[in-house]
């Protein structure tokens, strides 16, 4: 399975983890937001930490008792939502 | 009052709208969600109708009968929120 | 098609709509929360309007030019999410 | 300080913890909003951690190094949000 950038196996061995930095906290829930819907959407949902302006994400899948295909899978969603910026030209576009 | 770019006077004269279009329904929500949590901190609240990807708000003071300078300032916010990449480089600042 | 209670025709023919009214804005945001992860996870989103503690939906099918069975589903869906305290005895079980 | 029933110091003495259970995650994720509102509104943040149906809360300020009145205060606001439907004879007044 090829992991994305910057996500680790956990000490455990059973989840893929990483931690998410936002501007404050507002930008933070905005964004666990859209991971919500998208847990929601594939039936598949994330374990995650908030502390203020920081998100960490424990990725496994409970019944397998470790990281499957639906963990990396996820863990590519993620970095996807944490990425609309770069991909679209901005957080929106503005329509008068 | 000085009110930001692209805000209008509604036909009746009672409120300011604006219309912002997003790249899709999960970013839509998401920006309302930070708007949301905005309104609740101010005790001020936009009225606003979500149409997939597009979100028209509507600021208006009832108690008032028409815009205030309330109004005006979560005009503004509302603004600040729709802009976090071109401030603060990117929609997060990602963290090992 | 068997439409949910309270729901009704739009006068141009082309919608059902519905008005639901919460206590204040943090329950409304909460539900429309709720509607918004589910419309993700079918991939048919209402319309909604938000003023204050009311949120009116609006459900179409654009592809279709009208009200279809996705329609009639969603607001069975939106009633059910209304509901969850008298079908599943609280708006959750507290655990110590 | 008369802590809400239920919470419980944590093992290293310096944060008020508890752990709440809903029917799913969708249930949960719309609590947690309400909570993300209110937590902006009174600029004291939680710390929480997800896992599906579950949400763990731990109150901590951490400018004084453990827990003060804003705890307790945050801690009661939870338990308010937690339980709506008792106060208010369900989750939303339903209007035609």
């Known amino acids: ?19 998410f930095r936002f501007k404050d906290f507002s930008e933070a829930f905005a ?13 598949h949902h994330p374990e995650f930490t908030s502390v ?3 998100v960490d994400f424990r990725l496994t899948s ?5 990281v499957t295909e639906r963990d990396v899978e996820l863990a590519m969603a993620i970095e996807e939502l944490f990425r ?3 991909v679209h030209g901005g957080n929106g576009i503005k329509s008068a």
Chains 1, 2, 3, 4 share one sequence.
Request: hydrophobic share 35%; net charge negative; proline share 5%.
């Open 62 to 66: 409970h019944d397998a008792g470790g």
């Open 1 to 19: 399975m090829d992991i994305p950038h910057g996500w680790a196996t956990s000490s455990d061995g059973k989840a893929l983890e990483k931690s």
């Open 84 to 86: 609309p910026s770069s």
């Open 52 to 54: 203020w302006n920081r």
């Open 31 to 43: 964004f666990l937001t859209r991971v919500a819907m998208h847990a929601e959407k594939i039936d």
